[in-house]
């Protein structure tokens, strides 16, 4: 705020100058700093808030995760403070609004895997438990299909394949660059829904190659599969639903960029105490 730059340097410079300088009336100036400190802050409230929204890629972020990082920065505010001053000021998380694309087909005669995962979505070990799903991504050129697996001891996406057919390769890609990367496959258990391309004998294949236990969510239960349900429709729906991508290729560069770059480094996740998964992985 320009008021609050002429206070902190008004013992080195003219306050008449830094007036000038900044565009500001000297009247406006002195009558700022008679107001008590508190109502000083509200004024510059409303725009330092517009600056930590307009940093969570594409303002997607409301009052609870903005009230975060305004804490870590070092600001101090009551979170009911900070939404009425983003309600007055117009500020407001941007949501999603998506058509549905079906990406399960859970109508074949493939093997189900019992659901041994059963809701518990905080497993004790790093590597003991990973989740996988599909998703889809609207472009000019057609659906571009993404799959991908994430570790749930850290909400942490450890790998994804992209592609424009969605077929069992698509998720065997994520499941194997993630044993690659990161997770081990042996006493990891992979936890998805039951579609097609989960269920199909190429996929459980290489799952019991790498001694990889499957879990599935019993039929058209969505809760059973939580953390992917959640990432695939609000954080991906940030990115993708507010974006206009052309080409497969754009939208493969946006994606790679938003879960390598925002997703895994500055996202706030309520799960994770307000943390972002490279946080939450340096703190253990």
């Known amino acids: 705020m320009r008021y609050a730059l002429i206070e902190k340097h008004r013992q080195?410079?003219?306050?008449?100058?830094?007036?000038?300088?900044?565009?500001?009336?000297?009247?406006?100036?002195?009558?700022?700093?008679?107001?008590?400190?508190?109502?000083?802050?509200?004024?510059?409230?409303?725009?330092?808030?517009?600056?930590?929204?307009?940093?969570?890629?594409?303002?997607?972020?409301?009052?609870?995760?903005?009230?975060?990082?305004?804490?870590?920065?070092?600001?101090?505010?009551?979170?009911k403070a900070m939404a009425k001053c983003m309600q007055a000021a117009g500020i407001r998380a941007r949501t999603v609004h998506k058509s549905r694309v079906r990406t399960t087909d859970s109508n074949h005669?493939?093997?189900?895997?019992?659901?041994?995962?059963?809701?518990?979505?905080?497993?004790?070990?790093?590597?003991?438990?990973?989740?996988?799903?599909?998703?889809?991504?609207?472009?000019?050129?057609?659906w571009l299909y993404l799959a991908v697996v994430e570790n749930l001891f850290l909400?942490?996406?450890?790998?994804?394949?992209?592609?424009?057919?969605?077929?069992?390769?698509?998720?065997?890609?994520?499941?194997?660059?993630?044993?690659?990367?990161?997770?081990?496959?042996?006493?990891?258990?992979a936890h998805s829904d039951r579609g097609v391309q989960y269920a199909r004998q190429h996929y459980q294949r290489q799952s019991q190659n790498h001694r990889i236990t499957g879990s599935m969510s019993r039929k058209a239960n969505c809760w059973e599969n939580a953390p992917m349900e959640f990432f695939l429709a609000t954080p991906v729906g940030e990115l993708v639903h507010h974006e206009d991508d052309k080409t497969h290729e754009q939208a493969r560069q946006s994606l790679f960029d938003y879960i390598k770059v925002f997703y895994a480094r500055i996202r706030l996740h309520s799960a994770l105490g307000y943390r972002s998964p490279l946080q939450s992985e340096q703190a253990v």
């Open 12 to 79: 080195q410079w003219p306050i008449a100058e830094v007036c000038e300088l900044l565009e500001v009336s000297r009247s406006g100036f002195y009558a700022w700093r008679r107001r008590p400190p508190s109502a000083q802050g509200r004024e510059a409230l409303p725009r330092e808030i517009r600056g930590v929204d307009q940093q969570s890629h594409q303002d997607t972020y409301g009052a609870p995760r903005d009230h975060q990082e305004f804490r870590a920065r070092g600001h101090a505010c009551h979170r």
């Open 109 to 142: 005669t493939y093997p189900i895997a019992a659901n041994l995962l059963d809701r518990n979505f905080s497993p004790a070990e790093r590597n003991q438990v990973c989740a996988a799903d599909i998703t889809y991504v609207p472009t000019a050129e057609g």
């Open 155 to 189: 909400s942490q996406l450890v790998r994804w394949s992209m592609s424009a057919r969605i077929d069992s390769r698509l998720v065997l890609d994520a499941l194997e660059m993630a044993i690659q990367r990161k997770l081990r496959g042996v006493g990891l258990m």
